[in-house]
Protein backbone atom coordinates (compact mmCIF):
# COMPACT_ATOMS: atom_id res chain seq x y z
CA UNK A 1 0.00 0.00 0.00
CA UNK A 2 1.40 3.35 -0.78
CA UNK A 3 2.33 5.70 2.20
CA UNK A 4 0.81 9.12 2.89
CA UNK A 5 3.09 11.90 3.66
CA UNK A 6 2.66 15.02 6.10
CA UNK A 7 0.96 17.84 3.94
CA UNK A 8 2.84 20.07 2.23
CA UNK A 9 4.82 23.02 3.48
CA UNK A 10 3.88 22.07 7.29
CA UNK A 11 6.48 21.77 9.89
CA UNK A 12 6.94 19.29 12.44
CA UNK A 13 9.33 18.28 15.01
CA UNK A 14 10.63 14.92 15.81
CA UNK A 15 13.04 14.06 18.58
CA UNK A 16 15.97 14.74 18.67
CA UNK A 17 15.27 18.42 16.69
CA UNK A 18 11.72 18.56 19.08
CA UNK A 19 14.12 19.30 22.21
CA UNK A 20 15.32 22.32 20.50
CA UNK A 21 11.80 23.49 19.65
CA UNK A 22 10.69 23.20 23.07
CA UNK A 23 13.42 24.94 24.84
CA UNK A 24 12.97 27.15 22.32
CA UNK A 25 9.20 28.26 22.29
CA UNK A 26 9.98 27.93 26.86
CA UNK A 27 12.80 30.27 26.50
CA UNK A 28 10.26 32.60 24.34
CA UNK A 29 8.01 32.84 26.65
CA UNK A 30 9.79 32.93 30.49
CA UNK A 31 10.30 36.53 29.88
CA UNK A 32 6.25 37.27 29.42
CA UNK A 33 5.94 34.96 32.61
CA UNK A 34 8.34 37.28 34.48
CA UNK A 35 6.06 40.24 33.69
CA UNK A 36 2.92 39.06 34.90
CA UNK A 37 1.57 38.08 31.46
CA UNK A 38 -1.06 34.67 32.15
CA UNK A 39 -1.09 32.15 29.68
CA UNK A 40 -4.40 31.67 27.18
CA UNK A 41 -5.30 28.66 25.44
CA UNK A 42 -7.70 29.82 22.42
CA UNK A 43 -9.09 27.41 19.72
CA UNK A 44 -7.20 27.03 16.77
CA UNK A 45 -10.28 27.81 14.30
CA UNK A 46 -12.09 31.05 14.78
CA UNK A 47 -15.47 32.86 12.31
CA UNK A 48 -14.25 34.14 9.37
CA UNK A 49 -15.40 36.93 9.94
CA UNK A 50 -13.85 37.69 12.81
CA UNK A 51 -9.93 37.69 10.65
CA UNK A 52 -12.00 39.64 8.08
CA UNK A 53 -12.72 42.07 10.54
CA UNK A 54 -9.84 42.19 12.50
CA UNK A 55 -6.98 41.50 10.45
CA UNK A 56 -8.14 43.26 7.20
CA UNK A 57 -9.84 42.31 3.72
CA UNK A 58 -7.01 44.39 1.90
CA UNK A 59 -4.03 42.20 3.04
CA UNK A 60 -2.60 39.10 1.91
CA UNK A 61 -2.81 37.24 4.80
CA UNK A 62 -7.05 37.35 4.61
CA UNK A 63 -7.43 37.65 1.05
CA UNK A 64 -4.78 34.77 -0.18
CA UNK A 65 -3.62 32.96 2.82
CA UNK A 66 -6.31 31.64 4.63
CA UNK A 67 -7.49 28.12 5.17
CA UNK A 68 -11.09 28.59 5.75
CA UNK A 69 -13.87 25.89 5.42
CA UNK A 70 -17.68 25.19 6.30
CA UNK A 71 -18.55 22.94 9.37
CA UNK A 72 -21.54 20.74 9.19
CA UNK A 73 -23.57 23.45 10.25
CA UNK A 74 -22.71 25.41 7.15
CA UNK A 75 -20.78 28.01 9.38
CA UNK A 76 -17.34 29.56 7.80
CA UNK A 77 -14.33 28.61 10.00
CA UNK A 78 -10.40 29.75 9.21
CA UNK A 79 -7.66 27.88 10.96
CA UNK A 80 -5.99 30.77 12.78
CA UNK A 81 -3.94 32.48 10.43
CA UNK A 82 -2.45 34.82 13.21
CA UNK A 83 -3.22 35.12 17.01
CA UNK A 84 -4.16 39.21 17.82
CA UNK A 85 -7.91 38.89 16.42
CA UNK A 86 -8.84 35.69 18.65
CA UNK A 87 -6.99 37.00 22.16
CA UNK A 88 -9.17 40.31 21.57
CA UNK A 89 -12.57 37.92 20.84
CA UNK A 90 -12.19 35.97 23.97
CA UNK A 91 -11.37 39.35 25.82
CA UNK A 92 -14.58 40.66 24.89
CA UNK A 93 -16.57 37.96 24.92
CA UNK A 94 -15.20 36.87 28.41
CA UNK A 95 -15.46 40.79 29.57
CA UNK A 96 -11.86 40.54 30.96
CA UNK A 97 -11.59 44.30 30.08
CA UNK A 98 -14.13 45.07 32.55
CA UNK A 99 -11.47 43.86 35.69
CA UNK A 100 -7.77 45.03 35.85
CA UNK A 101 -6.03 46.95 32.74
CA UNK A 102 -3.71 46.33 31.15
CA UNK A 103 -4.92 43.13 30.44
CA UNK A 104 -1.86 40.71 30.27
CA UNK A 105 -1.40 37.33 28.04
CA UNK A 106 0.59 35.14 26.53
CA UNK A 107 -0.30 32.50 24.25
CA UNK A 108 1.99 29.53 21.98
CA UNK A 109 1.16 27.28 19.60
CA UNK A 110 0.32 26.55 15.51
CA UNK A 111 -0.55 29.74 12.82
CA UNK A 112 -1.68 28.96 9.74
CA UNK A 113 -0.89 30.77 6.58
CA UNK A 114 -1.46 29.25 2.63
CA UNK A 115 1.76 30.82 1.79
CA UNK A 116 4.65 29.57 -0.63
CA UNK A 117 6.74 27.24 1.03
CA UNK A 118 10.55 28.01 1.41
CA UNK A 119 13.07 27.93 4.20
CA UNK A 120 11.95 29.30 7.07
CA UNK A 121 8.47 29.58 5.53
CA UNK A 122 5.92 26.96 6.22
CA UNK A 123 1.92 26.82 5.89
CA UNK A 124 1.65 25.43 9.64
CA UNK A 125 4.12 27.33 11.38
CA UNK A 126 4.70 28.24 15.47
CA UNK A 127 4.53 31.55 17.35
CA UNK A 128 4.76 32.52 20.92
CA UNK A 129 2.37 35.80 21.68
CA UNK A 130 1.71 38.65 24.08
CA UNK A 131 -0.96 40.93 24.50
CA UNK A 132 -1.12 43.85 26.64
CA UNK A 133 -4.66 45.63 26.27
CA UNK A 134 -6.50 48.73 27.52
CA UNK A 135 -3.83 51.00 28.56
CA UNK A 136 -2.29 53.52 25.96
CA UNK A 137 1.11 53.79 27.84
CA UNK A 138 4.39 54.09 25.64
CA UNK A 139 5.63 52.32 29.20
CA UNK A 140 3.73 49.40 28.10
CA UNK A 141 5.18 49.20 24.51
CA UNK A 142 8.84 49.08 25.87
CA UNK A 143 7.90 46.25 28.16
CA UNK A 144 6.40 44.27 25.23
CA UNK A 145 9.46 45.24 23.29
CA UNK A 146 11.72 44.36 25.75
CA UNK A 147 10.08 41.05 26.63
CA UNK A 148 10.62 40.14 23.21
CA UNK A 149 14.39 41.20 22.77
CA UNK A 150 14.84 39.72 26.21
CA UNK A 151 13.39 36.33 25.05
CA UNK A 152 15.44 35.95 21.86
CA UNK A 153 19.00 37.31 23.84
CA UNK A 154 17.88 34.68 26.41
CA UNK A 155 18.83 32.21 23.75
CA UNK A 156 22.32 33.34 23.01
CA UNK A 157 21.01 35.22 19.92
CA UNK A 158 22.73 38.31 19.04
CA UNK A 159 22.57 38.70 15.02
CA UNK A 160 19.81 40.37 14.75
CA UNK A 161 18.12 43.97 15.10
CA UNK A 162 15.36 45.33 16.44
CA UNK A 163 13.53 47.54 13.90
CA UNK A 164 11.06 50.10 15.28
CA UNK A 165 8.77 53.02 13.81
CA UNK A 166 5.21 54.16 14.22
CA UNK A 167 2.60 54.28 11.91
CA UNK A 168 0.42 57.48 13.74
CA UNK A 169 -3.15 57.21 14.38
CA UNK A 170 -6.51 57.63 13.09
CA UNK A 171 -5.50 61.67 13.48
CA UNK A 172 -2.46 61.55 11.88
CA UNK A 173 -2.73 58.84 9.06
CA UNK A 174 -5.95 59.56 6.92
CA UNK A 175 -4.23 63.15 6.14
CA UNK A 176 -0.44 61.25 5.51
CA UNK A 177 -2.22 58.39 3.45
CA UNK A 178 -3.45 61.56 0.97
CA UNK A 179 0.06 62.89 0.89
CA UNK A 180 1.08 59.19 -0.05
CA UNK A 181 -1.50 58.70 -2.75
CA UNK A 182 -0.74 61.73 -4.40
CA UNK A 183 2.87 61.19 -4.42
CA UNK A 184 2.24 57.56 -5.97
CA UNK A 185 0.34 59.05 -8.43
CA UNK A 186 2.77 60.62 -10.20
CA UNK A 187 5.10 57.77 -10.43
CA UNK A 188 5.52 55.33 -13.37
CA UNK A 189 3.71 52.45 -11.85
CA UNK A 190 2.25 49.12 -13.69
CA UNK A 191 -1.44 48.21 -13.43
CA UNK A 192 -1.03 45.82 -10.71
CA UNK A 193 0.76 47.96 -8.28
CA UNK A 194 -1.59 50.92 -8.73
CA UNK A 195 -4.18 48.51 -7.20
CA UNK A 196 -2.33 47.71 -4.33
CA UNK A 197 -1.93 51.23 -4.13
CA UNK A 198 -5.41 51.58 -3.91
CA UNK A 199 -6.22 49.09 -1.44
CA UNK A 200 -3.56 49.92 0.85
CA UNK A 201 -0.67 52.38 -0.34
CA UNK A 202 1.35 51.74 2.88
CA UNK A 203 1.99 48.58 1.26
CA UNK A 204 3.87 49.88 -2.20
CA UNK A 205 6.52 51.26 0.39
CA UNK A 206 7.46 47.82 1.06
CA UNK A 207 8.24 47.29 -3.01
CA UNK A 208 11.79 44.76 -3.70
CA UNK A 209 11.62 45.49 -7.07
CA UNK A 210 14.90 48.33 -7.50
CA UNK A 211 12.92 50.26 -10.32
CA UNK A 212 9.81 50.83 -7.76
CA UNK A 213 12.87 51.40 -4.84
CA UNK A 214 14.14 53.96 -7.24
CA UNK A 215 11.19 56.21 -7.94
CA UNK A 216 10.17 55.46 -3.69
CA UNK A 217 13.62 57.23 -2.73
CA UNK A 218 11.57 60.47 -1.90
CA UNK A 219 8.45 59.18 -1.00
CA UNK A 220 6.78 60.75 2.46
CA UNK A 221 7.40 58.67 5.34
CA UNK A 222 4.43 58.68 8.24
CA UNK A 223 7.32 59.06 10.50
CA UNK A 224 7.30 62.95 9.34
CA UNK A 225 3.62 63.61 9.73
CA UNK A 226 2.95 62.24 13.19
CA UNK A 227 0.88 64.45 14.60
CA UNK A 228 2.18 65.96 18.39
CA UNK A 229 0.30 62.90 20.32
CA UNK A 230 1.78 60.04 18.22
CA UNK A 231 5.10 61.86 17.98
CA UNK A 232 5.23 62.30 21.73
CA UNK A 233 4.27 58.43 22.39
CA UNK A 234 6.80 57.66 20.05
CA UNK A 235 9.82 59.82 21.87
CA UNK A 236 8.61 58.28 24.91
CA UNK A 237 8.77 54.71 23.82
CA UNK A 238 12.54 55.13 22.55
CA UNK A 239 13.57 57.16 26.11
CA UNK A 240 12.27 53.66 27.61
CA UNK A 241 14.05 51.49 25.47
CA UNK A 242 17.17 53.63 25.99
CA UNK A 243 15.79 53.05 29.61
CA UNK A 244 15.99 49.21 29.56
CA UNK A 245 19.54 48.99 27.59
CA UNK A 246 17.55 47.72 24.69
CA UNK A 247 18.97 48.37 21.22
CA UNK A 248 17.34 49.22 18.26
CA UNK A 249 17.54 51.17 14.80
CA UNK A 250 14.15 53.50 13.27
CA UNK A 251 12.70 52.13 9.94
CA UNK A 252 10.35 54.14 8.52
CA UNK A 253 9.48 52.11 5.98
CA UNK A 254 8.74 49.18 8.04
CA UNK A 255 5.28 47.39 6.60
CA UNK A 256 3.49 45.07 8.08
CA UNK A 257 1.60 42.38 6.87
CA UNK A 258 -1.69 43.09 9.19
CA UNK A 259 -4.02 45.78 9.00
CA UNK A 260 -4.42 46.47 12.29
CA UNK A 261 -1.45 48.08 13.46
CA UNK A 262 -1.19 51.89 14.84
CA UNK A 263 1.33 54.15 16.67
CA UNK A 264 4.23 52.12 18.03
CA UNK A 265 5.17 49.13 15.35
CA UNK A 266 8.29 46.94 15.34
CA UNK A 267 10.03 44.05 13.62
CA UNK A 268 13.00 41.57 15.34
CA UNK A 269 14.94 40.94 11.86
CA UNK A 270 17.74 38.16 11.87
CA UNK A 271 20.58 38.33 9.73
CA UNK A 272 21.62 34.82 8.86
CA UNK A 273 18.56 33.47 7.80
CA UNK A 274 17.77 35.06 4.04
CA UNK A 275 14.67 36.10 2.85
CA UNK A 276 12.14 34.49 6.01
CA UNK A 277 14.75 37.30 7.98
CA UNK A 278 11.46 38.42 10.45
CA UNK A 279 11.74 36.59 13.30
CA UNK A 280 9.35 38.20 15.24
CA UNK A 281 7.10 40.89 15.26
CA UNK A 282 4.51 43.12 16.56
CA UNK A 283 2.81 46.95 17.35
CA UNK A 284 -0.05 48.76 18.78
CA UNK A 285 -3.77 48.18 17.14
CA UNK A 286 -5.85 50.93 19.05
CA UNK A 287 -8.72 50.51 17.09
CA UNK A 288 -8.58 46.64 16.99
CA UNK A 289 -11.03 46.01 19.95
CA UNK A 290 -13.76 48.43 19.10
CA UNK A 291 -13.20 46.55 15.30
CA UNK A 292 -14.77 44.31 16.64
CA UNK A 293 -17.72 44.67 18.56
CA UNK A 294 -15.87 45.64 21.45
CA UNK A 295 -14.96 49.13 23.97
CA UNK A 296 -12.64 51.60 22.50
CA UNK A 297 -9.67 49.97 24.22
CA UNK A 298 -6.24 50.04 23.06
CA UNK A 299 -3.51 46.83 22.74
CA UNK A 300 -0.19 46.07 21.51
CA UNK A 301 1.22 42.79 21.22
CA UNK A 302 3.76 40.74 19.44
CA UNK A 303 4.37 37.23 17.42
CA UNK A 304 7.57 35.13 17.87
CA UNK A 305 8.24 33.13 15.15
CA UNK A 306 9.04 29.76 17.00
CA UNK A 307 10.86 27.62 13.90
CA UNK A 308 12.74 30.88 12.63
CA UNK A 309 14.13 31.47 16.00
CA UNK A 310 14.75 27.15 16.09
CA UNK A 311 16.63 27.96 12.65
CA UNK A 312 18.55 31.26 13.52
CA UNK A 313 20.18 29.14 16.75
CA UNK A 314 21.49 26.90 14.07
CA UNK A 315 22.50 30.05 12.01
CA UNK A 316 24.89 30.97 15.31
CA UNK A 317 25.87 27.43 16.11
CA UNK A 318 24.23 27.72 19.19
CA UNK A 319 22.65 24.19 20.36
CA UNK A 320 19.68 24.71 22.46
CA UNK A 321 17.54 21.89 24.38
CA UNK A 322 20.05 19.35 22.97
CA UNK A 323 20.47 16.60 26.17
CA UNK A 324 20.47 13.17 26.02
CA UNK A 325 16.76 11.25 26.23
CA UNK A 326 17.69 9.81 29.64
CA UNK A 327 20.75 9.23 32.42
CA UNK A 328 20.41 5.90 32.86
CA UNK A 329 19.11 2.24 31.25
CA UNK A 330 18.32 -0.82 32.91
CA UNK A 331 19.37 -3.84 32.15
CA UNK A 332 17.92 -7.35 33.39
CA UNK A 333 19.40 -10.61 32.90
CA UNK A 334 16.46 -13.35 33.76
CA UNK A 335 13.22 -13.19 34.60
CA UNK A 336 13.22 -12.03 38.19
CA UNK A 337 15.71 -9.92 37.15
CA UNK A 338 13.02 -7.79 34.92
CA UNK A 339 10.47 -7.87 37.67
CA UNK A 340 13.31 -6.12 39.94
CA UNK A 341 14.21 -3.55 37.38
CA UNK A 342 10.43 -2.88 37.07
CA UNK A 343 10.47 -2.02 39.96
CA UNK A 344 13.57 -0.09 40.30
CA UNK A 345 12.21 2.00 37.12
CA UNK A 346 9.47 2.91 38.69
CA UNK A 347 11.65 4.21 42.05
CA UNK A 348 14.11 6.01 40.17
CA UNK A 349 11.80 7.87 37.92
CA UNK A 350 9.65 8.70 40.95
CA UNK A 351 13.02 10.64 42.50
CA UNK A 352 13.62 12.43 39.20
CA UNK A 353 16.21 10.01 37.41
CA UNK A 354 15.52 9.74 33.83
CA UNK A 355 15.66 5.91 33.19
CA UNK A 356 14.89 3.89 30.00
CA UNK A 357 14.82 -0.02 30.36
CA UNK A 358 16.28 -2.58 27.93
CA UNK A 359 12.66 -4.40 26.96
CA UNK A 360 12.09 -6.91 24.53
CA UNK A 361 14.16 -9.44 26.75
CA UNK A 362 17.24 -8.77 24.60
CA UNK A 363 20.60 -10.39 25.81
CA UNK A 364 23.63 -8.75 27.29
CA UNK A 365 24.95 -7.27 24.03
CA UNK A 366 22.21 -6.36 22.06
CA UNK A 367 20.80 -4.60 25.64
CA UNK A 368 24.25 -2.72 26.24
CA UNK A 369 23.53 -2.02 22.28
CA UNK A 370 20.42 0.04 23.13
CA UNK A 371 21.93 1.56 26.46
CA UNK A 372 24.85 3.50 24.16
CA UNK A 373 21.97 4.28 21.41
CA UNK A 374 19.98 5.80 24.70
CA UNK A 375 22.86 8.34 25.35
CA UNK A 376 22.76 7.77 28.95
CA UNK A 377 25.80 8.53 30.91
CA UNK A 378 25.24 4.80 32.80
CA UNK A 379 24.04 1.38 32.22
CA UNK A 380 22.44 -0.41 35.27
CA UNK A 381 22.76 -4.02 34.62
CA UNK A 382 21.35 -6.72 37.29
CA UNK A 383 21.51 -10.77 37.12
CA UNK A 384 20.59 -13.46 39.45
CA UNK A 385 23.74 -13.61 41.05
CA UNK A 386 23.74 -9.47 41.27
CA UNK A 387 20.12 -10.48 43.27
CA UNK A 388 21.42 -12.56 45.20
CA UNK A 389 24.64 -10.73 46.72
CA UNK A 390 21.96 -7.85 46.57
CA UNK A 391 23.66 -5.55 44.34
CA UNK A 392 23.55 -3.86 40.66
CA UNK A 393 26.70 -3.55 38.39
CA UNK A 394 26.40 0.15 37.52
CA UNK A 395 28.58 0.74 34.24
CA UNK A 396 29.72 3.99 33.48
CA UNK A 397 29.58 4.17 29.34
CA UNK A 398 31.45 7.07 29.45
CA UNK A 399 34.51 4.95 30.22
CA UNK A 400 33.46 1.70 30.92
CA UNK A 401 34.12 1.44 34.68
CA UNK A 402 32.41 -0.67 36.82
CA UNK A 403 31.38 -0.98 40.49
CA UNK A 404 28.73 -2.83 42.46
CA UNK A 405 25.77 -0.42 44.49
CA UNK A 406 23.89 -2.04 47.01
CA UNK A 407 20.34 -2.57 45.82
CA UNK A 408 19.11 -0.59 48.37
CA UNK A 409 21.47 2.31 48.02
CA UNK A 410 20.57 2.78 44.29
CA UNK A 411 18.09 5.29 44.14
CA UNK A 412 20.40 7.52 46.39
CA UNK A 413 23.37 6.61 44.16
CA UNK A 414 21.63 7.44 41.13
CA UNK A 415 20.54 10.55 42.74
CA UNK A 416 23.69 12.22 43.62
CA UNK A 417 25.35 11.75 40.26
CA UNK A 418 22.57 13.43 38.68
CA UNK A 419 20.58 15.79 40.71
P1 LIG B 1 3.41 38.48 11.94
O1 LIG B 1 4.53 39.43 11.69
O2 LIG B 1 2.50 38.17 10.81
O3 LIG B 1 2.60 39.07 13.18
O4 LIG B 1 4.01 37.13 12.48
C1 LIG B 1 4.88 37.10 13.58
C2 LIG B 1 6.06 36.17 13.32
O5 LIG B 1 5.59 34.88 12.98
C3 LIG B 1 6.93 36.57 12.13
O6 LIG B 1 7.88 37.55 12.49
C4 LIG B 1 7.59 35.26 11.78
O7 LIG B 1 8.71 35.04 12.61
C5 LIG B 1 6.52 34.24 12.11
N1 LIG B 1 5.84 33.80 10.88
C6 LIG B 1 4.85 34.43 10.22
N2 LIG B 1 4.47 33.72 9.14
C7 LIG B 1 5.26 32.61 9.10
C8 LIG B 1 5.36 31.49 8.22
N3 LIG B 1 4.56 31.33 7.17
N4 LIG B 1 6.29 30.53 8.51
C9 LIG B 1 7.11 30.67 9.59
N5 LIG B 1 7.04 31.69 10.45
C10 LIG B 1 6.14 32.66 10.21
C11 LIG B 1 1.50 38.49 13.73
O8 LIG B 1 1.13 37.37 13.49
C12 LIG B 1 0.83 39.36 14.76
N6 LIG B 1 -0.35 38.64 15.31
C13 LIG B 1 1.80 39.73 15.85
C14 LIG B 1 1.18 40.65 16.85
C15 LIG B 1 0.69 40.30 18.07
N7 LIG B 1 0.97 41.93 16.70
C16 LIG B 1 0.37 42.42 17.77
N8 LIG B 1 0.18 41.42 18.61
Known amino acids: MSTIESPKGVKEYLPPESAEYVAV ?38 SKEMYTFDDRGGRSLTLRPEGTAGVMRAVIEHSLDRGQLPVKLWYAGPFFRAEQPQHGRYRQFFQVGVEAIGVDDPALDAEVIAIGDEGFRSLGLTNFTLEITSLGDAVCRPAYREKLVAFLDGLDLDDETRRRAQLNPLRVLDDKRSEVRRQLADAPLIIDHLCDGCAEHFGAVRGYLDGLGVAYTVNPRMVRGLDYYTKTTFEFVHHGLGAQSGIGGGGRYDGLMSELGGQELSGIGFGL ?33 RARCVTLAGELRRSGVRVDFAYGGKGLKGAMKGADRSGARFAVVLGDRDIEAGVAQVKDLSNGEQIAVPLIDLVTVMKEKFL
Open 25 to 62: RDALSAPARLAGYGYAELPIFESTELFRRGVGESTDVV
Open 305 to 337: GVDRAVLACRAEGLTVGLQTRVDSYLVPLGEAA
